[in-house]
């Protein structure tokens, strides 16, 4: 029994670190004081606000204000402040939602790019910091 316990133990954390070391998620930027204004509406205003703006944003998404982003759209909140890792937004730009209709930027017509490691680690520090 206790030979069983203590395989069903290791077993679990086997199982809970490799989740956690397969989280294909860049790793939040270490820039300290990341703002909206200054470091993530510029990569908002490249790659997203081409359809995510205006009176029919898509989803209901609108990202090209501070104010939009934290409404968030059809989907609920998009921005989890302090907590990147369960954000939305960061899930969908980085391609790891279950829901492969969430992925960002879809619009190849726009000329969207997919967001770089780069930028998706920056609106990740500015989420993991308070969204603000």
């Given at each position: 029994?206790?030979?069983?316990?203590?395989?069903?133990?290791?077993?679990?954390?086997?199982?809970?670190?490799?989740?956690?070391?397969?989280?294909?998620?860049?790793?939040?930027?270490?820039?300290?004081?990341?703002?909206?204004?200054?470091?993530?509406?510029?990569?908002?205003?490249?790659?997203?606000?081409?359809?995510?703006?205006?009176?029919?944003?898509?989803?209901?998404?609108?990202?090209?204000?501070?104010?939009?982003?934290?409404?968030?759209?059809?989907?609920?909140?998009?921005?989890?402040?302090?907590?990147?890792?369960?954000?939305?937004?960061?899930?969908?730009?980085?391609?790891?939602t279950?829901?492969?209709?969430?992925w960002?930027?879809?619009?190849?017509?726009?000329?969207?790019?997919?967001?770089?490691?780069?930028?998706?680690?920056?609106?990740?520090?500015?989420?993991?910091q308070?969204a603000?």
């Amino acid at each position: 029994m206790i030979k069983f316990n203590l395989f069903a133990a290791c077993a679990l954390a086997g199982m809970a670190f490799a989740a956690l070391a397969a989280d294909p998620l860049p790793p939040p930027s270490p820039r300290p004081n990341v703002t909206y204004t200054a470091d993530i509406k510029p990569i908002f205003d490249d790659s997203c606000v081409k359809c995510h703006r205006g009176k029919k944003p898509h989803g209901k998404l609108k990202l090209d204000s501070l104010q939009g982003v934290l409404k968030g759209g059809q989907d609920g909140k998009v921005v989890i402040p302090g907590n990147s890792a369960k954000s939305l937004l960061v899930r969908s730009v980085a391609h790891t939602t279950t829901d492969h209709d969430l992925w960002m930027p879809t619009n190849k017509k726009k000329n969207a790019q997919p967001l770089t490691p780069e930028q998706i680690g920056l609106i990740r520090a500015w989420i993991d910091q308070g969204a603000k």
